[in-house]
């Protein structure tokens, strides 16, 4: 009994954590995103960000015209396999960072998987918010 005890405890403690798997994904979202509006004003250049169910990019401003990046952290980023992201009625959000850190319009993110759901609120005053 003792043994089927052990192995079971260690089974539980061996699976994943699907919760805090999407949250990890929540957070690092978050950190690009945020990423982003740093670099919007320190090189004072708009910084645009859009997501849809299955990833999301960046782009930057250059000469008129939105460039897509391509370096890290930037790179377009799809979500982790399950995951889907709920954003706006067209099932895609866009946004953009001034060269002053504010964003063009606020943004919530639901990203959700197995049953689990974090969201993610970018504001118009550049702040953003992870939440479960």
């Keep these: ?7 079971t405890a260690a089974v539980v403690l061996t699976v994943p954590d699907q919760r805090s798997r999407l949250l990890d994904d929540a957070e690092r979202f978050a950190a690009r995103v945020l990423a982003a ?19 999301y990019g960046f782009a930057q401003r250059r000469q008129g015209q939105w460039a897509q990046l391509n370096d890290k ?9 399950g995951t889907v992201a709920l954003v706006g009625q ?5 946004l953009s960072f001034d060269s002053t850190g504010l964003a063009s319009q606020p943004l919530q993110v639901r990203l959700v998987r197995g049953g689990e759901q974090v969201s993610v609120r970018i504001g118009v005053n550049g702040k953003v918010d992870v939440s479960g």
């Design 1 to 7: 009994m003792v043994v089927i005890g052990l192995m």
């Design 90 to 94: 067209a099932g895609r959000g866009q």
């Design 37 to 55: 509006r740093d670099n919007a004003v320190l090189q004072s250049r708009p910084m645009s960000l859009w997501v849809s169910a299955s990833g």
């Design 73 to 81: 952290p930037f790179v377009q980023t799809d979500w982790r396999q």
